[in-house]
Nanobody, 122 residues
Framework: QVQLVESGGGLVQAGGSLRLSCAAS????????MAWFRQAPGKEREFVAA????????SYADSVKGRFFISRDNAKNSVYLQMNSLAAEDTAVYYC???????????????WGQGTQVTVSS
């Protein structure tokens, strides 16, 4: 089992940047595909980005491609989301998730963090 704790959210102006972090407990972090999701007010939670166990492969939602970048540091049991060129529509609670699998996916994650709020002012 793995526990996930997100940090780094906050208020930022449109066009700005933020870096989210997710710290995972346990000694098997490198066994998990990791991902970020987000949920805006009144909307369903949506996939943002995923990264393979080694960090060698990534996947992004079309809405964030070229602006957001996911990375991980298995030595630190952490995954990150660098968010650039933020816009008002990026405002949401961002969640870190883990999937006990070899396959990158936008669905079927086993463990979730509590989320961190990102607010982009226009």
């Amino acid at each position: 089992q793995v526990q996930l704790v997100e940090s780094g959210g906050g208020l930022v102006q449109a066009g700005g940047s933020l870096r989210l972090s997710c710290a995972a407990s346990g000694r098997t972090f490198s066994s998990y595909v990791m991902a970020w999701f987000r949920q805006a007010p009144g909307k369903e939670r949506e996939f943002v980005a995923a990264i393979s166990r080694s960090g060698g492969a990534t996947s992004y939602a079309d809405s964030v491609k070229g602006r957001f970048f996911i990375s991980r540091d298995n030595a630190k049991n952490s995954v990150y989301l660098q968010m650039n060129s933020l816009a008002a529509e990026d405002t949401a609670v961002y969640y870190c998730a883990a999937r006990n699998s070899m396959i990158l996916s936008a669905t079927n994650y086993d463990y979730w963090g509590q989320g961190t709020q990102v607010t982009v002012s226009s």
